[in-house]
């Protein structure tokens, strides 16, 4: 675990869990890890805690956002789950898939954290911080991460530090984040087909394996933001991105991949869930290195590399 001095971080021992827990009950914000990056987490069914998120984060409120529970049985009082959402749930819960689906009538959530859609995003997440103060607080948790909107997303509690500061109540530090690279979101269809919103860790291959069908392509009509990360611009550091290079130029920071030598890399071996779980960090350090300028080598698109892509083609925007 990282060693923090700002006020508002604890470490996730008991004692922080236990403060967490406070502050969330009384509808306040708690940035905290997962397996993918931290969260900045309230109460789902808060207007009040809901807008905190979104005032922190500058977000805008037409991005919904995900919620976590820590079963498939809390899942089933928010959202209608079909035999492919539950079969779903058995191959990846807990872990890094989000599922879109239909909300239930009388689920008990602020009306922004679907932002007017008819579908929750919901996750069952896998890291002990996040399922403990899940099970803790008794409570259905918005938690998109923990940045400033359309920023980096962080990956250990000096990033959230660095980026919220004391927007955030308070700061769960449990270290850095094992894979790195938020949650692949799947859209359930009513006519049985699907749609991968965000790609993520678990792979297009991964769902069709235990959906048995090929997705549906996502067209140009599909302009509602049904889930976090569709935006075009995300994942900004801030200055200029240049992907595909093969050598920094002079006024660029290269973050290397493979046999492509940078002033960091992402993965010397050119090992792709490396580069996943390092990307967010290489990309902070970039944006606070000398250079006006960033480049990226290049990544290959196979298995988490069409992720990684994803991240980088909207940092680049």
Known sequence: ????????????????????????RAGGTVAVPTETVYGLAARADSDAAVAAIYRAKGRPDFNPLIVHVPDVAAAEGLAVLDARA??????????????????????????????????????????????TLLVAAGLPLAAPS???????????????AASLGLRADLILDGGVTPQGLESTIVALRPAGGWQVLRPGPVTEADLAAVLGAYPEAMTSG??????????????????????GAMAAQADEFLIGY?????????????DLVEAAARLYACLHQAAAA??????????????????INDRLRRAAV
Do not use: C
Request: without cysteine; neutral net charge; proline residues 12%.
């Open 1 to 24: 675990m990282t060693t923090q001095t700002s006020p508002n971080v604890l470490l996730a021992d008991s004692a922080g869990i236990a403060e967490a827990v406070r502050l969330l």
């Open 146 to 160: 923990a940045n400033r909107s359309g920023g980096v997303s962080p990956t250990s509690a000096a990033h959230v």
């Open 222 to 243: 599909d302009a509602r933001i049904e889930a976090p990360g569709q935006l075009a611009s995300h994942y900004a550091p801030g200055k200029p991105v240049r992907l």
């Open 258 to 270: 493979g046999d492509v030598d940078g002033s960091i890399s992402l993965s010397e071996a050119g």
């Open 290 to 307: 000398p250079e006006p300028r960033i480049a990226v080598a290049p990544i290959p698109e196979d298995g988490i590399g069409a992720a």
């Open 86 to 131: 539950r079969a779903l749930a058995a191959a990846f819960w807990p872990g890094p898939l989000t599922m879109v689906l239909p909300r239930r009538g009388d689920a008990p959530l602020a009306a922004a954290v679907t932002a007017g859609l008819p579908t929750v995003a919901l996750r069952v997440p896998a890291h002990p911080v996040m399922r």
